[in-house]
């Protein structure tokens, strides 16, 4: 890596995925869904956060790593241990493990805050809880629309927020959703995209 390159990898954006554990409500396509997010997130260069859970977001890593993208995942446990014993949770496909010890609501806010933006495909009231953090900080948002409900939640929800947002995006298309949200975020930040351009041009 060039030494320039080096001083500025603080600039790969970091998109975190967020989507149900328990996946049986979703659908047959949910699972190919999560992981054609994951491949497009690591073709553009980008970071994959989840809350290093199973399920939707298990599945986004595992395409990540297909293509050799960096995964990083939030626990809701305060060790190793206690991720696989206490709760259950897979080290499978992520490159990094931060053990919160804040329990899934605490982890939920420190995954949303540490993202640049959240896609949010088929879920629960996990999904739900970080998607109304995201929304309350302004974070762009990506909601994946399939054969699930989560996204007319989702719809519900903004109706009834009474909050005007233009940073949430619908699509049905997990290609081009990445594509589309990538876009809002890179615009929001002005650094990332100048220099983006830059190392373009050279």
């Not at 001083?7 to 998109?15: D, G, S, T």
């Not at 396509?29 to 491949?39: I, Q, V």
């Amino acid at each position: 890596m060039h030494p320039d390159e080096q001083k500025h990898v603080h600039l790969k954006l970091k998109i975190c995925v967020s989507g149900a554990a328990e996946t049986g409500h979703c659908g047959p396509d949910a699972l190919d869904s999560a992981k054609e997010l994951g491949r497009e997130i690591a073709r553009h260069n980008a970071v994959l956060v989840t809350g290093a859970t199973t399920g939707f977001p298990l599945w986004a890593a595992m395409g990540a790593k297909e293509v050799n993208g960096i995964s990083l995942g939030l626990s809701p446990a305060s060790t190793e241990e206690e991720h696989i014993g206490i709760y259950k949770l897979p080290v499978d496909y992520l490159d990094l493990i931060i053990y919160t010890g804040f329990g899934y609501s605490g982890r939920n806010l420190l995954l949303t805050r540490a993202s640049d933006a959240i896609i949010v495909g088929c879920g629960r009231i996990g999904t739900v809880n970080e998607f109304t953090i995201a929304f309350e900080d302004k974070k762009p948002i990506g909601i994946l629309e399939g054969s699930w409900e989560t996204d007319e939640v989702f719809r519900n929800i903004i109706e009834k927020a009474h909050r005007p947002n233009n940073k949430i995006i619908f699509d049905s298309d997990p290609k081009a959703l990445v594509e589309r949200l990538m876009e809002l975020v890179k615009k929001e930040k002005k650094h990332y995209y100048l220099y983006e351009r830059r190392q373009a041009i050279e």
